[in-house]
């Protein structure tokens, strides 16, 4: 069934073509030969077939909820022992998919959106102390390392009533380094025939998700023991909430999952997509220049922006979705046939087989977007663009019932940080600067460093 999908010209018994990948880019190395072979293709691994595809059309397919699911494998697969049936890593037959989405999902509705403005704003503060005080030293500011400490704030205040201290610190916080930890380890298993080669690694990672569960344990500990008004927020929702229907709860076990879960999932792709941003403003000052024209006349005078107004920063909006087109910093997901089932018209799956959508490919297919793809132009985000583009050629948050649940959350955040930031500061980049892309299962702007400029205004 898989003879008509293309694949690389040599392949080796054992290694296949994974000889002579990238260990540290398996996902660039992937976009390379997508770009050789075609909207769908093959490459083997330790006598493993994989299926990418990145077409425009085979991807709407696969979006098809009737005839395909979430597949929950390869770097996603890995994460099982850190996080188990938590809501990114569950199967899609496990029960407490469901329930933690039932009992979750209210935490992201407008309202509760609105109730984490105010401490959103209260971390963005936090952010740009820092930089007026790196500004004052003349030093370039660290922008990944600063989005990470930004995102990790925000989810931590908002999900969990918790305050990591990262803008206090010089170097990540440990939670930051273990689960960097964990995530390269996960993409590493990927790259090697057997996990016994990289036994010393597994020792570090063993104690890295220690580090993590005590992490979690303590704070959910101190929620219990505290006394007082409910904060309201996600871990109150894990902790009180019953289900609408069955009233169930989730077990202490999950908590402690999805806590991790959400912690790690809420922060480290925001931040890789505000750095983006950043980087892509700074390179490209006509549209730095619209986005501050218009944050100027929406914010005007206001000291800080109101939840409303948010939303209404539409261009701001374009350079972000613009960014998340060329770098989707959560760059697959993985689909799988829930029935014997023919892909496209042409390629025959099985149920239970399964490909893998190569996002920043499908954001670049010319079909979808034209022959000039690789170009930053926010203007595709236009509504009258929008409209005429096919369904499902934009897919940062992945599609169906297993999409993204913190979608509005990260938009809302990093449209208000941007906003923020523009409203402050010029961005300068640095000339030298070449954009390399650091992979550990989400992709970042590695070494990404700004110059910055106060703007002369109140703000
Ligand atoms: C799922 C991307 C921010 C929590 C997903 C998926 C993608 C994604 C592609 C689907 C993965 C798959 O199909 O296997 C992103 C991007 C973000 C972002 C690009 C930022 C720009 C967030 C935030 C939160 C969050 C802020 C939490 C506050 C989750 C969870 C899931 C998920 C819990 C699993 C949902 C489920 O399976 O029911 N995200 N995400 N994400 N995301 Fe996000």
Same mark, same amino acid.
């Given at each position: 069934?898989?003879?008509?999908?293309?694949?690389?010209?040599?392949?080796?018994?054992?290694?296949?073509?994974?000889?002579?990948?990238?260990?540290?880019?398996?996902?660039?190395?992937?976009?390379?030969?997508?770009?050789?072979?075609?909207?769908?293709?093959?490459?083997?691994?330790?006598?493993?077939?994989?299926?990418?595809?990145?077409?425009?059309?085979?991807?709407?397919?696969?979006? #098809?909820?009737?005839?395909?699911?979430?597949?929950?494998?390869?770097?996603?697969?890995?994460?099982?022992?850190?996080?188990?049936?938590?809501?990114?890593?569950?199967?899609?037959?496990?029960?407490?998919?469901?329930?933690?989405?039932?009992?979750?999902?209210?935490?992201?509705?407008?309202?509760?959106?609105?109730?984490?403005?105010?401490?959103?704003?209260? /971390?963005?503060?936090?952010?740009?102390?820092?930089?007026?005080?790196?500004?004052?030293?003349?030093?370039?500011?660290?922008?990944?390392?600063?989005?990470?400490?930004?995102?990790?704030?925000?989810?931590?205040?908002?999900?969990?009533?918790?305050?990591?201290?990262?803008?206090?610190?010089?170097?990540?916080?440990?939670?930051?380094?273990?689960?960097?930890?964990?995530?390269?380890?996960?993409?590493?298993?990927?790259?090697?025939?057997?996990?016994?080669?990289? *036994?010393?690694?597994?020792?570090?990672? #063993?104690?890295?998700?220690?580090?993590?569960? *005590?992490?979690?344990?303590?704070? /959910?500990?101190?929620?219990?023991?505290?006394?007082?008004?409910?904060?309201?927020?996600?871990?109150?929702?894990?902790?009180?909430?019953?289900?609408?229907?069955?009233?169930?709860?989730?077990?202490?076990?999950?908590?402690?999952?999805?806590?991790?879960?959400?912690?790690?999932?809420?922060?480290?792709?925001?931040?890789?997509?505000?750095?983006?941003?950043?980087?892509?403003?700074?390179?490209?000052?006509?549209?730095?220049?619209?986005?501050?024209?218009?944050?100027?006349?929406?914010?005007?005078?206001?000291?800080?922006?109101?939840?409303?107004?948010?939303?209404?920063?539409?261009?701001?909006?374009?350079?972000?979705?613009?960014?998340?087109?060329?770098?989707?910093?959560?760059?697959?997901?993985?689909?799988?046939?829930?029935?014997?089932? /023919?892909?496209?018209?042409?390629?025959?799956?099985?149920?239970?087989?399964?490909?893998?959508? %190569?996002?920043?490919?499908?954001?670049?297919?010319?079909?979808?977007?034209?022959?000039?793809?690789?170009?930053?132009?926010?203007?595709?985000?236009?509504?009258?663009?929008?409209?005429?583009?096919?369904?499902?050629?934009?897919?940062?948050?992945?599609?169906?019932?297993?999409?993204?649940?913190? *979608?509005?959350?990260?938009?809302?955040?990093?449209?208000?940080?941007?906003?923020?930031?523009?409203?402050?500061?010029? %961005?300068?980049?640095?000339?030298?600067?070449?954009?390399?892309?650091?992979?550990?299962?989400?992709?970042?702007?590695?070494?990404?460093?700004?110059?910055?400029?106060?703007?002369?205004?109140?703000?």
């Amino acid at each position: 069934e898989l003879h008509r999908i293309p694949h690389p010209p040599y392949r080796l018994p054992l290694l296949g073509d994974v000889l002579g990948a990238s260990r540290t880019r398996p996902l660039q190395d992937s976009l390379r030969h997508a770009r050789r072979l075609g909207p769908i293709f093959r490459r083997k691994a330790f006598g493993r077939e994989f299926v990418f595809v990145w077409g425009a059309g085979l991807t709407a397919d696969l979006a #098809d909820e009737s005839r395909f699911a979430k597949h929950v494998g390869l770097g996603i697969a890995n994460l099982r022992p850190v996080v188990g049936d938590g809501l990114f890593t569950a199967y899609n037959h496990e029960p407490n998919w469901q329930l933690a989405h039932d009992v979750l999902a209210p935490g992201f509705s407008r309202e509760a959106m609105a109730g984490y403005h105010p401490m959103m704003l209260a /971390v963005a503060d936090r952010l740009m102390d820092r930089w007026d005080r790196e500004l004052a030293a003349g030093r370039a500011v660290d922008v990944p390392g600063d989005m990470t400490r930004l995102t990790l704030e925000t989810i931590a205040r908002t999900g969990f009533g918790h305050d990591f201290g990262s803008f206090e610190r010089g170097r990540p916080h440990p939670f930051v380094t273990a689960m960097v930890g964990t995530l390269t380890y996960a993409q590493r298993l990927n790259t090697v025939p057997s996990p016994f080669l990289l *036994r010393r690694a597994a020792h570090r990672n #063993d104690a890295d998700i220690a580090y993590l569960n *005590r992490t979690v344990d303590d704070l /959910v500990r101190a929620r219990r023991t505290a006394s007082g008004d409910r904060a309201g927020d996600l871990l109150d929702r894990m902790l009180e909430t019953a289900h609408p229907e069955t009233g169930e709860r989730l077990s202490a076990e999950n908590v402690r999952r999805q806590v991790i879960t959400f912690l790690v999932a809420g922060h480290e792709t925001t931040s890789g997509a505000l750095s983006f941003a950043l980087h892509y403003l700074s390179r490209h000052p006509e549209a730095a220049a619209r986005a501050r024209a218009e944050v100027d006349r929406v914010w005007g005078d206001a000291a800080v922006p109101g939840y409303d107004q948010v939303a209404r920063l539409r261009y701001v909006r374009r350079v972000l979705d613009e960014s998340l087109r060329l770098w989707p910093t959560a760059p697959a997901f993985a689909r799988e046939a829930r029935e014997d089932t /023919v892909l496209g018209g042409v390629h025959p799956m099985r149920r239970g087989a399964w490909a893998l959508v %190569l996002t920043p490919m499908l954001h670049r297919d010319p079909e979808a977007w034209g022959t000039d793809a690789e170009r930053f132009d926010p203007d595709r985000f236009e509504p009258g663009a929008v409209r005429t583009r096919p369904a499902h050629t934009f897919k940062p948050f992945g599609t169906g019932a297993r999409a993204c649940i913190g *979608r509005q959350f990260a938009l809302h955040e990093a449209t208000l940080v941007l906003g923020l930031l523009l409203r402050r500061y010029e %961005l300068h980049a640095d000339p030298a600067y070449r954009l390399r892309v650091t992979e550990r299962l989400t992709v970042l702007p590695e070494g990404l460093r700004l110059h910055l400029e106060r703007r002369r205004t109140s703000h």
